[in-house]
């Protein structure tokens, strides 16, 4: 196996082997590691280390990468790197590298997104709790983050109705949207009823004033 590497732009150093390029990794990675100055590899239990810790480290600059742009659970981390190429081998070994030095965390991750969708969508305990599980935080860390928030289901659904929804109460067709909207955060009809009837007295006390 033959193996070539020429130093790129922006400390980037792109490694070929076989006459066909394969990795990109940083040049203080590269040029502090063994493999600096092998040009070929014949054994193939070296070729099998070499391509190991060359891929793994190539998966874990694009880690990096990706969460430049904002954080991550380790599972949505993982998705992003296969789809983007990088061998299951090499990303696991490039995620427990990111999550040992604190790149990636659940646990951090689980409390940002919760309150995200608490702030940007006005999500129910139960929205956040399967949008938790489906991006790949465990049922116990989901359940300990959600414990130190606090909800109060039928206040939160009536501050969505005067504000979010308040342009569609006012015919059936747009109630109805609003309730399949309210349900699909993971409210439930009895909550939503609740909020109703307390916006409805709400506009009628208005009225009477």
């Known amino acids: ?35 600096r100055n092998v040009t070929e590899i014949e054994d193939e239990k070296v070729q099998e280390e070499f ?13 990096l990468r990706i969460l430049s742009y904002g954080d991550n659970s380790r599972k949505g981390l993982r998705i992003k790197l296969v789809t983007k190429g990088h061998l299951p081998e090499y990303t696991e070994n490039a995620l427990d590298l990111l999550e040992k030095y604190g790149y990636i965390n659940d646990r951090r991750f689980a409390e940002y997104y919760s309150e ?18 489906i991006k790949g935080i465990d049922s116990e860390t989901a359940d300990e983050v959600l414990e ?3 909800f109060d289901s039928v206040e939160d659904i009536t501050a969505l109705l005067e504000s979010k929804y308040s342009r569609y109460l006012g015919d059936e067709k ?8 309210l349900q699909r955060l993971g409210y439930n009809w009895a909550d939503i009823k609740s909020a109703l009837a307390r916006v409805n007295e709400l506009k009628e006390d208005d009225f009477c004033d």
Do not use: C, P
């Not at 391509?51 to 880690?63: Q, T, V, W």
């Not at 747009?174 to 909207?181: P, R, Y």
């Open 148 to 150: 130190g928030m606090e």
């Open 1 to 35: 196996m033959k193996v070539e590497a020429k130093t790129g732009r922006l400390n980037k150093v792109h490694v070929s082997v076989d006459g066909e390029y394969r990795f990109t990794v940083d040049s203080e990675y590269w040029y502090s590691s063994k493999w």
């Open 174 to 181: 747009g109630l109805k949207k609003t309730v399949s909207a």
């Open 116 to 133: 995200k969708l608490r702030q940007s969508k006005g999500m129910s305990k139960k929205g956040i709790r399967r949008e938790l599980l």
């Open 51 to 63: 391509l190991k810790d060359i891929g793994s480290r190539y998966a874990f600059i694009s880690g």
